[in-house]
């Protein structure tokens, strides 16, 4: 199963990941991720396949479509991670995240 690019571009900015990060993971050019970020039609599936897959080593879990939609899981540590480094939270300091 193939993701849709704008889900892709969702799980690397919550994975806080920059696009070099993701271009290089893949093993693809950051000209083509950025192609496939911008759902330009061009974009090859194998460069799909590939970010796709340097996604879920990283520890997305993409969802199936269905009929209320599709999306993507991220570990919670990667999001804490994200969020300490960032700081802006509005989540109280010893405040669960779920």
């Known amino acids: 199963m193939t993701t849709h690019p ?3 571009k969702l799980a690397r900015m919550a994975l806080d990941l920059t ?5 290089s993971l893949a093993r693809v050019s950051l000209r083509n991720l950025q ?3 911008a759902c330009d039609p061009t974009t090859s599936i194998r460069t799909i396949m590939l970010v796709q897959g340097a ?3 990283r520890g997305a ?5 269905t009929n ?3 999306g ?5 540590d990667r999001l804490r991670a994200s969020i300490e480094d960032h ?12």
Do not use: M, N, Y
Not at 19 to 23: K, P
Not at 72 to 76: K, T
């Open 87 to 98: 700081g802006e939270t509005g989540v109280k300091p010893g405040e669960s995240l779920s």
């Open 6 to 8: 704008k889900i892709l």
């Open 61 to 65: 879990v993409f969802t199936a479509h």
């Open 68 to 70: 209320k939609g599709l």
């Open 19 to 23: 696009q070099e990060d993701v271009a």
């Open 35 to 37: 192609k496939l970020e």
């Open 55 to 57: 996604l879920e080593r």
């Open 72 to 76: 993507f899981l991220v570990p919670v």
